[in-house]
């Protein structure tokens, strides 16, 4: 423990590294206000007074359990406003009894807000039953020619996406910005360069190895303390940016709906995953933890190949440009760019990605989800780079 | 001292090199990102260039007399060939609209080439990189090995010294700006035309609203012009950075943060007016003009134009490169104060931190929002619904997105594109081997535009996609590139 400690004072808790990262928590509150006012995550945000007081009232009447007096009042007012703007005629002057001022207003935050996500979640275990019951024949199909890898893919389909159905209705466009918001990924990479290139460089640049290499606890022990350090910080900056976005975003909107099914946001209705928005959450906070904890090892290979800090820096920022790359391709049915996507650790803090739609591939007859395959390269990276660092410590003469 | 500073970073800390490979991967990416095209050109690439040689340049009735007469021509052609001519043509129409309305500043070009040179504003990222890895071990390689101590007891070692490594990276910056331009203008130009130098700027429809009244080369040379500025810019913040954090990390965290953040913070305008080098590395935001954006107004009884970038005026621009002049004048003169380790006084210190405060707080504050959106032209294939092998007889319904095989012996039909978790497409062609039944898939998922082409084995019916042009690569390296 004293180990780790000594390593920590040494790269990450200084001066320079704890003020950077009150600016980037400062900054990312930042953009998310930013974000927030221009009406990028809610649309109506940016809209006038009167089209918020109109969307906050209607939000008011149906938002919690749908009942039948919920969908009655959204499908009521669609079909009345629908029809008052439909031949052209209606008053374009400001309106009494109408929720934003306008009647069109009125239409069109229904329209836009309300009444296509309740049909949504209203339809939902509908359709995913008729998709079942297609499964349901492919699976015979699939058996009946011998064709087991297609029917592996469809008895997983009718394990995972069985007795669906949603029950509350909440607007989800604040979850779905906050899963898919990355902004503070950067930040976070940008502070692992900071703590973590410098920590073999360091020493070697003050001469400070050869001391330490003919010490007793100069060669597993202390690459043992630099490596813990290091995950501890990449899992400890996670936390951090993860429980600050969740609280600027809860501030901001409220955590309503956090307790509905994933496949209750729209974009994730294909989703393999079962459970709510808020263990999703986690989830994703845990996969990035995770990538970045990996990324941080790369980052302490990469500092202990060098003399000079300049180049696992350098390096480091060109490695956390190419696995964003890489990780791009996280959901892409292209078996080979699926390959490359698992190599990189970014494709970790792609939960949305790996998640939202069924994405899987095929070993044999074996059909499995795509994280797994991300999963297991990633772990074959990590037991490389501690082959890597035996190599560099041997070769040192430790 | 000057030969000693440049062999120091050029050979001995392999500046040539790291230069070399970084010119090179920036070739590659420029390759790989292409050039600024519709689809209706790309497909008929031959076809509106031909239209090009004809019509470029100054609008004049025999041009206009041949354009609508090949219009016409057009219009009452059915062939398939003439469908493709149809389709390059209408974006010389297009743009002949355009430039009919003010004949003088407005020519008839070749746009591609100069919207892909002049239109985008990301961050060069691979530039920034390069003017780093230079730049950051000038002062800090000293740092690191202590060796500053024992140059600043030397008799040329202090302000002589600051002021040449300072000379040597704004030289620096300069010369790795120009290649990094000269690689791009490069490339760009032998992928597509790149003549129009001596066209009005507003010759590109993308400056419509620009307040400048220059040729597009003038303008190109302006936009060279504050990329170097911007690097030189860049490479004494660099030092000024370097001189303060005394630590090569340090340094590239503060180089890195300072140069891709403006990017990212607020609308796109922002990194324009913000003191920091960001908006000059750009360059191009500079002569844009206002951006708008048809939005409705409060109570949608009409549609406006919403200002999404708000454009510098030439006035602003110049009052902008003042500033940045004063900050660069500030970044230096403290630079050599304190690397020959001289502190500025609390006198000097807090009113220049408070108008940076200031400064930075207001512009944070202020702004419009919005972004540009890309015009999309989509063409159709040629349709094959049928097909068949020894035991199947096979059927597209593009109306309701199935094929079915019929077995030629049972008469038994089945349903070939079976999965219900398929992406989302429009199936508009078959293509049946004997073993395998193909068909395309056209993107209708929001992805981009693209093509999936799946093979069905007919024996045991499995599924594989076997061709995609569907740009699947959702990376947008958090929101730095467009």
Same mark, same amino acid.
């Given at each position: 423990m004293k180990l780790l400690y000594l390593e920590a004072r040494k790269g990450i808790l200084r001066r320079s590294v704890l003020i950077a990262l009150i600016l980037f928590l400062c900054l990312d509150i930042l953009k998310i206000g930013l974000d927030y006012r221009a009406g990028e995550i809610r649309e109506v945000i940016g809209n006038t007074e009167g089209m918020q007081a109109g969307f906050a009232e209607i939000y008011d009447k149906v938002k919690g359990p749908i009942t039948n007096e919920t969908a009655a009042f959204l499908v009521g007012e669609y079909r009345r406003l629908s029809q008052a703007v439909a031949d052209g005629t209606y008053s374009r002057k400001p309106q009494e009894g109408t929720y934003s001022g306008y009647i069109y207003g009125d239409y069109f935050l229904i329209g836009s807000y309300f009444y296509s996500q309740m049909s949504y979640c209203v339809q939902y275990s509908m359709r995913m039953a008729e998709r079942l019951e297609q499964e349901r024949e492919n699976l015979k199909l699939y058996q009946s020619v011998g064709n087991k890898s297609m029917a592996a893919k469809?008895?997983?389909?009718?394990?995972?996406?069985?007795?669906?159905?949603?029950?509350?209705?909440?607007?989800?466009?604040?979850?779905?910005?906050?899963?898919?918001?990355?902004?503070?990924?950067l930040l976070i990479l940008l502070l692992l360069i900071l703590g973590v290139a410098a920590s073999f460089t360091r020493e070697k640049e003050t001469g400070m190895t050869m001391l330490l290499s003919s010490s007793r606890y100069g060669g597993w022990p202390m690459l043992a303390s630099k490596c813990g350090v290091a995950i501890s910080y990449a899992i400890g900056l996670t936390i951090l940016f993860s429980v600050l976005n969740l609280t600027v975003y809860g501030v901001l909107f409220g955590l309503q709906g956090w307790d509905c099914p994933l496949y209750a946001i729209e974009a994730c209705q294909d989703t393999p995953f079962g459970g709510t928005v808020g263990q999703f959450y986690l989830l994703s906070c845990g996969m990035k933890a995770m990538g970045f904890s990996i990324l941080s090892l790369l980052l302490l290979l990469m500092s202990a190949c060098f003399r000079r800090t300049?180049?696992?820096?350098?390096?480091?920022?060109?490695?956390?440009?190419?696995?964003?790359?890489?990780?791009?391709?996280?959901?892409?049915?292209?078996w080979w760019k699926g390959v490359l996507a698992a190599v990189s650790p970014l494709t970790l803090t792609r939960a949305w990605n790996l998640w939202s739609c069924l994405c899987g591939d095929w070993i044999g007859n074996i059909y499995f989800p795509r994280i797994t395959l991300v999963l297991l390269i990633q772990l074959v990276l990590v037991v490389g780079m501690l082959w890597a660092f035996k190599f560099l410590l041997v070769h040192a003469g430790v | 001292m000057w030969k000693i500073e440049w062999k120091k970073l050029w050979f001995d800390q392999w500046g040539g090199i790291l230069l070399l490979l970084f010119l090179a991967a920036y070739a590659v990416l420029c390759?790989?990102?292409?050039?600024?095209?519709?689809?209706?050109?790309?497909?008929?690439?031959?076809?509106?260039?031909?239209?090009?040689?004809?019509?470029?340049?100054?609008?004049?009735?025999?041009?206009?007399s041949e354009l609508q007469a090949e219009y016409d021509a057009l219009n009452h052609a059915d062939s398939r060939e003439a469908q493709d001519a149809k389709a390059a043509f209408m974006e010389v129409y297009n743009q002949y609209y355009y430039a009919?309305?003010?004949p003088s500043r407005r020519f008839l070009m070749d746009e591609r080439g100069w919207n892909t040179l002049l239109t985008h504003d990301g961050v060069n990222f691979l530039l920034v990189l390069c003017l780093l890895a230079l730049c950051v071990p000038v002062f800090c390689g000293e740092y690191s090995c202590r060796m500053d101590q024992l140059l600043r007891s030397c008799r040329n070692g202090r302000e002589a010294l600051a002021k040449y490594k300072l000379l040597l990276m704004a030289v620096t910056a300069v010369?790795?700006?120009l290649l990094f331009q000269g690689v791009q203008f490069w490339i760009v130009g032998r992928t597509v035309d790149l003549s129009g130098l001596s066209y009005p700027l507003q010759s590109l429809s993308f400056f419509e609203t620009s307040p400048y009244r220059l040729t597009i080369g003038q303008a190109y040379g302006l936009v060279v012009l504050c990329r170097v500025a911007g690097a030189v810019w860049f490479a004494v913040m660099t030092a000024f950075l370097s001189v303060w954090c005394r630590k090569t990390v340090l340094t590239l965290f503060a180089g890195i943060s300072v140069s891709l953040l403006p990017h990212l913070l607020g609308n796109s305008f922002l990194k324009y007016v913000l003191p920091l080098p960001a908006g000059l590395l750009a360059g191009t935001g500079y002569l844009w003009g206002p951006l708008t954006e048809?939005?409705? /107004?409060? !109570? #949608?009884?009409?549609?406006? *134009?919403?200002?999404i970038f708000r454009g510098v005026s030439p006035k602003e621009f110049c009052g902008l490169l003042s500033l940045f002049a004063a900050v660069l004048l500030v970044q230096l003169f403290f630079t050599v104060r304190r690397y020959v380790g001289r502190k500025a006084g609390a006198g000097v210190r807090i009113p220049i931190c408070a108008v940076l405060l200031v400064w930075l707080s207001l512009f944070f504050l202020t702004g419009c929002s919005g972004e540009t959106q890309a015009e999309s032209v989509y063409d159709?294939?040629?349709?094959?619904?049928?097909?068949? /092998?020894? !035991? #199947?007889?096979?059927?597209? *319904?593009?109306?309701?997105n199935t094929i079915y095989a019929t077995n030629r012996k049972s008469g038994e039909a089945v349903l070939l594109n079976r999965s219900a978790f398929q992406s989302q497409g429009d199936i508009f062609a078959i293509y049946?081997?004997?073993?395998?039944?193909?068909?395309?898939?056209?993107?209708?998922?929001?992805?981009?535009?693209?093509?999936?082409?799946?093979?069905?084995?007919?024996?045991?019916?499995?599924?594989?996609?076997?061709y995609s042009s569907v740009p699947d690569n959702t990376a947008d390296f958090w929101g730095l590139y467009e």
């Open positions: 469809c008895s997983y389909i009718l394990q995972h996406y069985a007795d669906r159905s949603i029950s509350s209705f909440y607007l989800m466009d604040s979850w779905e910005s906050l899963l898919q918001f990355d902004f503070s990924d300049l180049y696992p820096c350098i390096l480091g920022v060109g490695a956390g440009a190419g696995a964003s790359y890489l990780a791009g391709w996280a959901a892409s049915p292209v | 390759l790989v990102s292409g050039c600024d095209s519709t689809k209706a050109i790309t497909q008929n690439e031959a076809a509106y260039l031909s239209y090009m040689q004809r019509w470029q340049g100054e609008l004049n009735d025999q041009k206009v009919k309305e003010n010369i790795v700006t048809p939005h409705y /107004n409060a !109570d #949608y009884t009409e549609i406006r *134009d919403v200002a159709f294939f040629g349709n094959s619904d049928h097909g068949e /092998n020894g !035991d #199947y007889m096979i059927e597209l *319904d593009p109306m309701e049946v081997t004997e073993s395998t039944c193909y068909y395309a898939m056209q993107n209708t998922g929001g992805t981009g535009e693209g093509v999936w082409v799946y093979g069905v084995d007919l024996h045991d019916f499995s599924e594989r996609l076997v």
